[in-house]
T-cell receptor
């Protein structure tokens, strides 16, 4: 079993839809949770990070962490064609531990 | 504030040659990570470095691959005697130390170096 599981998609939604992206993990030591967006042939771009459980909102993006279920989500409201990209979740226990990435979910927002 | 810089962006090597990939972290960042990404696959951790120190190299192949982050200058990922299977995108990321000195988590990525072995 992988430490971090993420559905690869692709996920196709119409413009304006609410998008839900998810990851599950097995390592209960993970405390820091990040979401990255990666456009084709580009480097990943940090979107949001959260510490421990709870919600964090930034514009159209909301990140949720449920440590009891070992489940994290990223919601995108009013999705735009420019949101079409691969979204990677990432997490670490902090300290000087490496960051573990999910394999990414490919999202396509159709105009 | 310039982001993470990587060069070259594209590198072509023949089998058996050496590849050197360079990464300059963001200003003020003291931690560097290298990842490899194959088409349609996720990021595979290779190595985590602090200046003059390798913190975690558990993702590095035991042979032909090495990495350094000297006191001065960029971090270097070196691949000796390249083979076709080394063809991939190699990404570098850097992190600041968090304000409480507890470690690092947020990473900022460079544009990557695309290595092609012919």
């Amino acid at each position: 079993q992988k430490e971090v599981e993420q559905d690869p998609g692709p996920l196709s939604v119409p413009e304006g839809a609410i998008v839900s992206l998810n990851c599950t993990y097995s390592n209960s030591a993970f405390q820091y949770f990040m979401w990255y967006r990666q456009y084709s042939r580009k480097g990943p771009e940090l979107l949001m990070y959260t510490y421990s459980s709870g919600n964090k909102e930034d514009g159209r993006f909301t990140a949720q962490v449920d440590k009891s279920s070992k489940y994290i989500s990223l919601f995108i409201r009013d999705s735009q064609p420019s949101d079409s990209a691969t979204y990677l979740c990432a997490m670490t226990s902090g300290g000087y531990q490496k960051v573990t990435f999910g394999t990414g979910t490919k999202l396509q927002v159709i105009p | 504030n310039a982001g993470v810089m990587q060069n070259p962006r594209h590198l072509v090597r023949r089998r058996g040659q050496e590849a050197r990939l360079r990464c300059s972290p963001m200003k003020g960042h003291s931690h560097v990570y290298w990842y490899r990404q194959l088409p349609e696959e996720g990021l595979k951790f290779m190595v985590y470095l602090q200046k003059e120190n390798i913190i975690d190299e558990s993702g590095m192949p035991k042979e032909r691959f090495s990495a350094e982050f000297p006191k001065e200058g960029p971090s270097i990922l070196r691949i000796q005697q390249v083979v076709r299977g080394d063809s991939a995108a190699y990404f570098c990321a850097s992190s600041p130390l968090d304000p409480y000195g507890q470690g690092v988590y947020e990473q900022y990525f460079g544009p990557g170096t695309r290595l092609t072995v012919t």
